[in-house]
């Protein structure tokens, strides 16, 4: 009988050992520095002009310009510069090229920091991404190290079980101690397929993700213009639904399986909580599809930066160099009459006369 005890309190003993703690919430705000992927403190929102919303009166008031170039001069504030630009013309007037000049390098000046400051979202996003599944990563090693030790408990349960049955004489006993080792050596075999395990709490100060899932109005992550280009509808391939419902529509049927919590709302869009390592996993994944879109923004900036230096007399492939040196079309072909077989000459000479014919 004190044998059978022995075996008892020893089988009994194992999940505790093996499992206990396994499930423990580990304080990711403690033991992880969690603040690495933030912005630098003199981080500042580049994009600061507050573009005009409503792109269906902007279309209709700029018909001369095409949808995609009035829409991006809008969101990167540049559709004044850009409309003085054009109505510059065909002036080659020195004041006119001075003045050229200076708007380009104005609208040059914005876009380069409108590019700048998606650079920097996406590399912050990439960063999160990464930090949640390492996080991720790290929960699934110690679950994977909990599970063989379960499985290794498990064959030793088995193991004693069946010496013990053999060993003890009494048929009653045998039969309390089979049943007995293997209810045990169920459970531990039961717990290895538990879908949580070790889980982690985490606090997000700044959630990238929180201003796209609720659609706000304005946003104290992304610029008014970045703003302007997930919200409206003209941006996205379809023009029928913005970036923003696409890319929250893409979360809930792929990432979230249609399915949000108010517990999963406040983990993944909110101000954090406990997380599983498939929650981090998830959350990674937002995060990169979020990264993508924002990055595609810059496709619209290039078609913005193309269309202005396509625009106009120094806009187009005529050598610059030497129609900045020259202050009229009249001089120009003077000029290149003295040398009207040269290459270069014909090339510019072509390029300006078909200028001059729009």
Known sequence: MKNYLRYAYLLMALPCLLGCGAARVLDGNAQFHQDYCAPAPLFRKTVAMRPYWNTDSLLQAHPDLPKAVAISANATGTLSQLLQLKALGRDTGMAAQVQRATLRAAIQQRLLLAVTEISGLAAEMDCEGERADQLGRYLDNLNSS???????????????????????????????TAITGGVISSGLALMTVNPAGRRI??????????????????????????????????????????LMESITGRWKQYDLDRKVSAADAERYFGNGGVYTADNLHTRAAMLNE???????????????MEYLDGYGGEGRVCDRRMEAALSSTSHFHARLGHQVNHPRALEVKECLRGWESK
């Not at 379960?150 to 039969?175: C, E, F, P, R």
């Not at 979020?290 to 913005?304: A, C, D, E, F, P």
Request: no cysteine; glycine share 4%; net charge positive.
């Open 201 to 242: 709490r985490l606090s997000l100060q700044r959630n990238v993700l929180k201003d796209v899932w609720a659609r706000a109005d304005s946003s104290d992550i992304y610029s008014p213009g970045l703003w302007y280009m997930l919200s409206d509808r003209h941006f996205s391939n379809s023009g029928t639904i913005s």
């Open 146 to 176: 909990r599970n063989t030790k379960l499985t290794v408990g498990s064959i030793i349960v088995a193991a004693i079980t069946t010496v013990a049955t053999i060993a003890i004489k009494d048929h009653t006993m045998q039969n309390a």
């Open 290 to 304: 979020l990264q993508s879109t924002i990055r595609s923004l810059n496709q619209n900036l290039q078609g913005l």
